[in-house]
């Protein structure tokens, strides 16, 4: 069972617009916060969010470099993956692979892919 993941990222507003609504979906809440960091917890795992030190501030990342690609998250249900699908599209928030949604990930698989706002690929997928 995975403990937490901790991310750092360039801009802690913007991080704390797009995942703290998502994940509140996904009955996550807050569980730490301080001025450079925010954790949301469902069960015994934790997601933090880090402020990177301006030092570092000016590396790229990109998924597709050495590290982390994406992170994926249980839907409850396809339902909520269109409703999902729905509200990321209404804060502006482009879908990946849309010719292919919700079926981007293969024939039977049914999720959703977008980015936040560090370009780190989010995944929601289907039961």
């Known amino acids: 069972m995975l403990h ?24 996550y809440s807050v569980y730490q916060k301080w001025d450079k960091g925010i954790s949301w917890k469902s069960g015994a795992t934790y997601i933090v969010f880090v402020q990177t030190e ?10 597709s470099q050495t590290g982390l690609n ?31 949604h919700p079926y981007a990930g293969g024939p039977g698989y049914y999720a959703l892919f977008c980015e936040d706002p560090d370009r780190i690929k989010v995944e929601l997928v289907a039961p």
């Open 70 to 100: 994406h992170l994926a998250f249980h839907a409850f249900s396809r339902e909520q993956v269109d409703e999902m699908t729905k509200k990321f599209m209404e804060r502006g928030v482009p879908i990946l692979y849309p010719d292919r």
């Open 54 to 63: 301006e030092r570092f501030i000016d590396s790229v990342y990109h998924r």
């Open 4 to 27: 937490h993941i901790e991310v750092n990222v360039s801009n802690l507003d913007k991080t704390i617009e797009f995942w703290g609504w998502f994940l509140k979906e996904l009955n």
